[in-house]
């Protein structure tokens, strides 16, 4: 019987990752290039479209060829992405500006204004928050600062939309990626006009909305080359990180969430048609025609930790530096740490939001300050998981994927405050699994989203302490307070 093969490429902030897949969800080889960054003025992060693209055909190369597969077993590839990156292209297909990715804040002053206007009904429409991640909130200060590429420009595109366009010469997005706009309306699966009117954009000047199935064919042959693959492999356009994340791991029943936590971190859930939260807590992107995906994304993941690492001069690995907390008591002993280093998205949307520590005493070391904001940032969670709640029920099972999955203290701590079973995935590349998957679904080689249960390698479920859960849920009402009380003063 011939070997068969299918890869999943997630084009993430932080890095491009290739990973190769056997048909039951083993990772057989992965690849990782790192992206860069630039901060050329204070809240401003931008990233080289062109240098992404490149990481993304030396991935796959790299990939195939640490696999040890033949052209042909290689059957097909499945796109995953990162959400809210904008870039202004000219009718070449050539970038006139860097991509400004989610964590660029630089229109702030435009969410403000939107949401002291408009913003309910731009958010009852499109399930996006007002924020400055989102690219409809980026070209409303293109437009208003007279930004030299906005007005040049004859598309606008993600790097997701650069990519294709460089591969297939196609201008196609996917349900997910362009409900992350903030440009669209997930119940008509359509632009909404009279956004694209206030951002001074043509429907034209936009790709093609297209199911995550779709399939793409005809790459470039010298692109084809490069990469090692047959010309005639057929690619799948796939859909965002969130949602492949949560495919790529299992949640995708009712009752069933993905936790996400890397650099930043997100709480999701799949759910049939368009769910939209009154307190615009959560946004509600589109994944299939008939399906969405709720929850909210942090800002404040890893990060918060690493953070916390340098300022500490901390020259352990990273590993080291989180076993210190496992000395302290959950508590941490009264210190209280709101985790908005880095601003915040959900459950907030307040780019200005501020980190705090509550409760320091003299008594208080460097590994309480360690428990303290690993606290935090699943509290963070556990405080969108309850406005999902209000939206789909009490979660039966979470699923976690990402960088701090592989701490076994975190793993607890998630089980303990959530009051839950916690289910890891022995891959952490879920999201590229998710996409993997949904190009078996495009090409007909599986049947539907729903069989991948029966093909996600799972390690055994960590089990909630009802003594810790008892504490931290008295320490989460103190953190609740604490929000709401210094919420004013951001």
Same mark, same amino acid.
């Given at each position: 019987?011939?070997?068969?093969?299918?890869?999943?490429?997630?084009?993430?902030?932080?890095?491009?990752?290739?990973?190769?897949?056997?048909?039951?969800?083993?990772?057989?080889?992965?690849?990782?290039?790192?992206?860069?960054?630039?901060?050329?003025?204070?809240?401003?992060?931008?990233?080289?479209?062109?240098?992404?693209?490149?990481?993304?055909?030396?991935?796959?190369?790299?990939?195939?060829?640490?696999?040890?597969?033949?052209?042909?077993?290689?059957?097909?590839?499945?796109?995953?992405?990162?959400?809210?990156?904008?870039?202004?292209?000219?009718?070449?297909?050539?970038?006139?500006?860097?991509?400004?990715?989610?964590?660029?804040?630089?229109?702030?002053?435009?969410?403000?204004?939107?949401?002291?206007?408009?913003?309910?009904?731009?958010?009852?429409?499109?399930?996006?928050?007002?924020?400055?991640?989102?690219?409809?909130?980026?070209?409303?200060?293109?437009?208003?600062?007279?930004?030299?590429?906005?007005?040049?420009?004859?598309?606008?595109?993600s790097i997701k939309e650069y990519v294709l366009q460089r591969w297939f010469n196609k201008r196609l997005i996917?349900?997910?990626?362009?409900?992350?706009?903030?440009?669209?309306?997930?119940?008509?699966?359509?632009?909404?006009?009279?956004?694209?009117?206030?951002?001074?954009?043509?429907?034209?000047?936009?790709?093609?909305?297209?199911?995550?199935?779709?399939?793409?064919?005809?790459?470039?042959?010298?692109?084809?080359?490069?990469?090692?693959?047959?010309?005639?492999?057929?690619?799948?356009?796939?859909?965002?990180?969130?949602?492949?994340?949560?495919?790529?791991?299992?949640?995708?029943?009712?009752?069933?969430?993905?936790?996400?936590?890397?650099?930043?971190?997100?709480?999701?859930?799949?759910?049939?048609?368009?769910?939209?939260?009154?307190?615009?807590?959560?946004?509600?992107?589109?994944?299939?025609?008939?399906?969405?995906?709720?929850?909210?994304?942090?800002?404040?993941? /890893?990060?918060? *930790? !690493?953070?916390?690492? +340098?300022?500490?001069?901390? #020259?352990?690995?990273?590993? @080291?530096?989180?076993?210190? %907390?496992?000395?302290?008591?959950?508590?941490?002993?009264?210190?209280?740490?709101?985790?908005?280093?880095?601003?915040?998205?959900?459950?907030?949307?307040?780019?200005?939001?501020?980190?705090?520590?509550?409760?320091?005493?003299?008594?208080?070391?460097?590994?309480?300050?360690?428990?303290?904001?690993?606290?935090?940032?699943?509290?963070?969670?556990?405080?969108?998981?309850?406005?999902?709640?209000?939206?789909?029920?009490?979660?039966?099972?979470?699923?976690?994927?990402?960088?701090?999955?592989?701490? /076994?203290?975190? *793993? !607890?701590?998630?089980? +303990?405050?959530?009051?839950? #079973?916690?289910?890891?995935? @022995?891959?952490?590349?879920? %999201?590229?699994?998710?996409?993997?998957?949904?190009?078996?679904?495009?090409?007909?080689?599986?049947?539907?989203?729903?069989?991948?249960?029966?093909?996600?390698?799972?390690?055994?479920?960590?089990?909630?302490?009802?003594?810790?859960?008892?504490?931290?849920?008295?320490?989460?009402?103190?953190?609740?307070?604490?929000?709401?009380?210094?919420?004013?003063?951001?």
């Open positions: 019987m011939p070997r068969e093969f299918v890869m999943g490429l997630d084009i993430g902030t932080t890095s491009v990752k290739a990973c190769v897949f056997d048909l039951s969800g083993h990772i057989v080889a992965e690849v990782e290039k790192m992206n860069t960054f630039h901060y050329p003025q204070t809240g401003w992060v931008e990233q080289d479209p062109k240098e992404i693209e490149r990481s993304a055909v030396q991935a796959i190369r790299e990939a195939i060829r640490q696999a040890g597969i033949e052209k042909h077993e290689l059957i097909s590839l499945g796109f995953s992405s990162a959400m809210h990156s904008l870039i202004c292209i000219n009718e070449d297909g050539e970038p006139l500006s860097p991509a400004l990715i989610w964590a660029d804040g630089r229109s702030h002053h435009q969410a403000e204004q939107i949401l002291e206007t408009i913003g309910g009904s731009v958010y009852s429409k499109t399930g996006t928050p007002i924020h400055p991640m989102t690219p409809f909130i980026k070209l409303l200060w293109m437009k208003e600062t007279e930004y030299e590429p906005y007005h040049k420009a004859a598309y606008f595109m996917d349900y997910s990626m362009a409900s992350a706009t903030g440009l669209f309306n997930p119940s008509t699966l359509e632009w909404e006009q009279e956004l694209l009117e206030l951002s001074g954009v043509r429907k034209e000047q936009l790709s093609e909305i297209v199911p995550p199935t779709r399939i793409l064919t005809n790459i470039h042959p010298e692109i084809a080359n490069e990469m090692g693959i047959d010309e005639a492999m057929p690619f799948v356009i796939g859909a965002a990180d969130g949602q492949l994340a949560n495919l790529g791991i299992g949640a995708i029943l009712p009752g069933e969430v993905a936790v996400s936590v890397g650099t930043s971190g997100a709480i999701r859930q799949i759910t049939k048609g368009v769910t939209i939260n009154e307190k615009h807590e959560t946004f509600c992107y589109s994944f299939t025609a008939d399906s969405s995906i709720i929850g909210g994304p942090t800002n404040n993941g /890893g990060i918060a *930790l !690493q953070w916390l690492k +340098d300022l500490l001069n901390d #020259e352990g690995s990273f590993e @080291e530096f989180l076993k210190e %907390a496992e000395r302290v008591a959950p508590g941490a002993e009264g210190i209280v740490f709101l985790p908005y280093i880095n601003g915040e998205r959900a459950p907030l949307w307040n780019q200005r939001a501020k980190g705090n520590f509550y409760g320091v005493t003299l008594t208080h070391k460097k590994e309480h300050f360690i428990r303290a904001v690993l606290e935090g940032i699943t509290f963070n969670l556990y405080q969108i998981g309850k406005a999902l709640e209000r939206l789909a029920g009490s979660p039966k099972r979470i699923y976690v994927n990402g960088g701090l999955a592989r701490s /076994g203290l975190w *793993l !607890q701590m998630m089980a +303990d405050i959530f009051e839950a #079973e916690i289910y890891v995935s @022995e891959s952490h590349h879920s %999201a590229a699994w998710g996409a993997a998957w949904t190009a078996l679904v495009g090409i007909n080689k599986v049947h539907s989203f729903e069989e991948i249960k029966g093909n996600i390698p799972l390690g055994q479920a960590v089990l909630p302490n009802k003594e810790s859960s008892v504490i931290y849920q008295k320490v989460y009402e103190q953190y609740a307070q604490l929000v709401k009380d210094l919420s004013k003063y951001f």
